[in-house]
């Protein structure tokens, strides 16, 4: 019985899980982390600079521009040297060329940097969406297993089967649970390192001025 019950208890404390953060967020009830779902950036989060022309917007059709874009939106590549890309970049421009070029660059950053942000964002809320489902299951097979020890003549190999399975299920489930918790802070992670170097850029048009 013991046992059991250490079982429902583990049941009992993983559903608090994504109902804490989806209180903390306040908005899409499927979503769990303590951070506020934002599934789109705007520009002005990010970028405190001029405004941006509508040439900046054809980023992708200039090859040195696209590939720096590539580059630095990975975030495997440390940030210190994302922004030493960019001021070599920038150092190697013409002065005519200075400001359409980084103009494209924020807007190539922004672009590729916010898509990457929302795929994380809808990968959240499924996977949370999965969590809840497994969270009933869970609760239904505790149920279950409880009812059959409470009968006179249950088949103790078969109680211990059920319960060594719930045990098992349960530890999957809290794993998934605390990976969530990582996974809550990469779009946070994403928009600081977009802020980052939009602030890279703004800060070498401003030198050049």
Known sequence: MQRMSLVCSLVAAAMLVPS??????????????????????????????????????????????????????????PIADA????????????AEQLAPKMAMLVQGMFDRMDAERSHVVSGISRYA??????????????????????????????????????NFATRIFNERAQSLTYVCDVPTIIEQ????????????LAAAK
Request: net charge negative.
């Open 129 to 166: 969406h999965k969590q809840l489902e497994m969270a009933a299951e869970l609760r239904k097979e505790a149920s279950d297993v409880d009812a059959l020890r409470a009968k006179p003549d249950a088949d103790q190999d078969e109680v211990e089967r059920r319960t060594d399975q719930l």
């Open 20 to 77: 804490v953060g989806a209180m903390a967020a306040n908005s899409d009830p499927d979503w769990p982390c303590m951070q506020r779902k934002v599934p789109q950036l705007s520009l002005g989060q990010v970028w405190n600079g001029p405004d941006l022309p509508p040439a900046a917007k054809d980023w992708s059709q200039d090859l040195s521009v696209s590939a720096l874009v590539e580059e630095v939106a990975a975030r495997r590549l």
């Open 193 to 204: 390192r977009l802020y980052q170097l939009s602030k890279t850029v703004s800060e070498m």
């Open 83 to 94: 922004q030493k890309k960019i001021r070599d970049f920038a150092a190697s421009l013409p």
